[in-house]
């Protein structure tokens, strides 16, 4: 990140924490150059892009002054009393790169003209493939243009996935429990054969796992290596190494759900992906989480003997090319990048937080935490002897919404443990105290 970038970040993070409000002056620019240890046009240069993105702006003779916001935090946030929301899966609404965005939406026009309005290409725009080259590439996923297939988010990849033949014959999804929701009820909705596997905050049922690939009707894992959803945990090395071994082997698919590619705190993280040398790996990258859901696209990355067939099953160009074009401008002007960590940074701070204040209100030891300072998700195991309604109930009362465990495991499904899927994407960091407390109170009346 160059140094002007790096400022804009900075002032960026202050801007929402606080320290400079709205309507606020900023630093002389001679300040500022003191405070950054830089050249005048470096600070030039990044008070320039940040009034260029209606963040800030300048008064002739008298300076730079915060952008009095229409939504402030107080006026959308709210205090305690409007809820505490521990369930949400969406990102922070008051996260969302709007004006950046915005501006990427105008180049995008600007760009590429008529041609946003016209049908697109299947396969998704070319350019924005082009710049996710080494968007993936950062992640150790290498591939052509002809293997990336732009789909309308992760979803409509799992659903062609689940509908299309593979080279293996397999016909049985083989999933996690617990897993992804929406997946396992769409797999239920359409009566595809599914099988699971059970995965906990210590790992999964490798001998079951093994078993399953070896049967024959599989033809293919859905996994999520990095910070999975509910249980918040990932894979180790080793066992990413040894997932992509096990494919190999018994000629089966693994689809790897990597949503959480762009958010994960460790950046020395190699899909399963990196390490199948027999084609045996589909990957999947999503947008949703990092810039807003709204944008509904996603990226699958296909063995080339594959592309054809699941093409087939896409058949149109059914994802937005003014939300593609302004992607690729959001990606190639490095706002992506400063937003992943803008991002990565925020997110962490809130795990890290509702950790501390679990291990401050569970002296009793009633839940159990999955290790998960990574991620946006964590387990929260509970007591056998809980009852899940009325603790959901009275945690209502309260204003404080949490998601139950069960949604994420198959109907059929026995071997179900007792958890809140714990997310702080939506959770600002000044109300995980109240909100922790309130729920060790009703968990501890029992």
Same mark, same amino acid.
């Given at each position: 990140?160059?140094?002007?970038?790096?400022?804009?970040?900075?002032?960026?993070?202050?801007?929402?924490?606080?320290?400079?409000?709205?309507?606020?002056?900023?630093?002389?620019?001679?300040?500022? !150059?003191?405070?950054?240890? &830089?050249?005048?046009?470096?600070?030039?240069?990044?008070?320039?892009?940040?009034?260029?993105?209606?963040?800030?702006?300048?008064?002739?003779?008298?300076?730079?002054?915060?952008?009095?916001?229409? &939504?402030?935090?107080?006026?959308?946030?709210?205090?305690?009393?409007?809820?505490?929301?521990?369930?949400?899966?969406?990102?922070?609404?008051?996260?969302?790169?709007?004006?950046?965005?915005?501006? &990427?939406?105008?180049?995008?026009?600007?760009?590429?003209?008529?041609?946003?309005?016209?049908?697109?290409?299947?396969?998704?725009? &070319?350019?924005?493939?082009?710049?996710?080259?080494?968007?993936?590439?950062?992640?150790?996923?290498?591939?052509?243009?002809?293997?990336?297939?732009?789909?309308?988010?992760?979803?409509?990849?799992?659903?062609?996935?689940?509908?299309?033949?593979?080279?293996?014959?397999?016909?049985?999804?083989?999933?996690?429990?617990?897993?992804?929701?929406?997946?396992?009820?769409?797999?239920?909705?359409?009566?595809?054969?599914?099988?699971?596997?059970?995965?906990?905050?210590?790992?999964?049922?490798?001998?079951?796992?093994?078993?399953?690939?070896?049967?024959?009707?599989?033809?293919?894992?859905?996994? !999520?290596?990095?910070?999975?959803?509910?249980?918040?945990?990932?894979?180790?090395?080793?066992?990413?190494?040894?997932?992509?071994?096990?494919?190999?082997?018994?000629?089966?698919?693994?689809?790897?759900?990597?949503?959480?590619?762009?958010?994960?705190?460790?950046?020395?993280?190699?899909?399963?992906?990196?390490?199948?040398?027999?084609?045996?790996?589909?990957?999947?990258?999503?947008?949703?989480?990092?810039?807003?859901?709204?944008?509904?696209?996603?990226?699958?990355?296909?063995?080339?003997?594959?592309?054809?067939?699941?093409?087939?099953?896409?058949?149109?160009?059914?994802?937005?090319?003014?939300?593609?074009?302004?992607?690729?401008?959001?990606?190639?002007?490095? !706002?992506?990048?400063?937003?992943?960590?803008?991002?990565?940074?925020?997110?962490?701070?809130?795990?890290?937080?509702?950790?501390?204040?679990?291990?401050?209100?569970?002296?009793?030891?009633?839940?159990?935490?999955?290790?998960?300072?990574?991620? !946006?998700?964590?387990?929260?195991?509970?007591?056998?002897?809980?009852?899940?309604?009325?603790?959901?109930?009275?945690?209502?009362?309260?204003?404080?919404?949490?998601?139950?465990?069960?949604?994420?495991?198959?109907?059929?499904?026995?071997?179900?443990?007792?958890?809140?899927?714990?997310?702080?994407?939506?959770?600002?960091?000044?109300?995980?105290?109240?909100?922790?407390?309130?729920?060790?109170?009703?968990?501890?009346?029992?």
């Amino acid at each position: 990140m160059k140094k002007h970038q790096a400022i804009t970040a900075d002032i960026e993070s202050k801007i929402r924490d606080g320290h400079y409000k709205s309507g606020q002056k900023l630093p002389s620019v001679r300040q500022a !150059m003191q405070i950054y240890h &830089c050249s005048q046009s470096t600070i030039t240069q990044a008070y320039t892009e940040l009034e260029q993105r209606h963040v800030i702006y300048t008064i002739p003779q008298s300076g730079y002054y915060v952008v009095d916001r229409f &939504c402030s935090d107080q006026t959308n946030r709210g205090g305690f009393n409007d809820g505490i929301d521990f369930s949400s899966a969406s990102p922070d609404l008051h996260l969302f790169p709007y004006r950046d965005f915005q501006h &990427c939406i105008n180049k995008a026009i600007d760009t590429h003209k008529y041609n946003l309005f016209t049908y697109g290409h299947p396969q998704g725009l &070319c350019s924005l493939k082009q710049a996710l080259i080494s968007l993936l590439a950062d992640d150790q996923v290498f591939a052509r243009t002809e293997q990336i297939i732009v789909t309308s988010g992760i979803h409509q990849a799992l659903e062609i996935a689940a509908r299309m033949p593979f080279p293996n014959q397999g016909s049985t999804v083989l999933v996690e429990q617990p897993s992804y929701d929406l997946f396992l009820r769409y797999l239920e909705r359409e009566e595809i054969p599914v099988r699971g596997v059970a995965r906990t905050a210590q790992g999964i049922d490798w001998q079951a796992l093994e078993e399953a690939f070896s049967s024959g009707e599989i033809k293919f894992f859905y996994t !999520m290596s990095r910070c999975q959803n509910p249980l918040g945990t990932s894979y180790s090395t080793e066992e990413r190494r040894k997932l992509a071994k096990l494919a190999s082997t018994y000629d089966v698919y693994i689809v790897e759900d990597d949503y959480m590619a762009d958010l994960g705190v460790n950046r020395q993280f190699d899909p399963i992906y990196s390490y199948n040398q027999s084609s045996h790996v589909i990957y999947l990258k999503s947008f949703s989480k990092m810039i807003f859901p709204g944008l509904r696209l996603g990226v699958a990355v296909l063995p080339e003997h594959l592309v054809e067939t699941f093409q087939s099953y896409k058949s149109y160009g059914d994802t937005s090319l003014l939300s593609q074009a302004a992607l690729e401008v959001y990606i190639r002007n490095g !706002m992506y990048q400063r937003h992943k960590q803008l991002l990565s940074k925020e997110y962490s701070s809130r795990m890290q937080a509702l950790h501390a204040t679990v291990k401050h209100y569970n002296e009793k030891g009633l839940v159990q935490l999955a290790d998960t300072h990574s991620s !946006m998700y964590t387990q929260f195991k509970l007591p056998l002897t809980i009852n899940m309604d009325q603790l959901i109930k009275r945690l209502a009362s309260k204003h404080i919404t949490v998601a139950p465990g069960n949604p994420f495991y198959l109907s059929s499904w026995l071997k179900r443990e007792k958890f809140l899927r714990m997310s702080v994407s939506r959770t600002p960091l000044e109300h995980i105290d109240q909100g922790i407390k309130g729920i060790m109170e009703e968990i501890q009346r029992g």
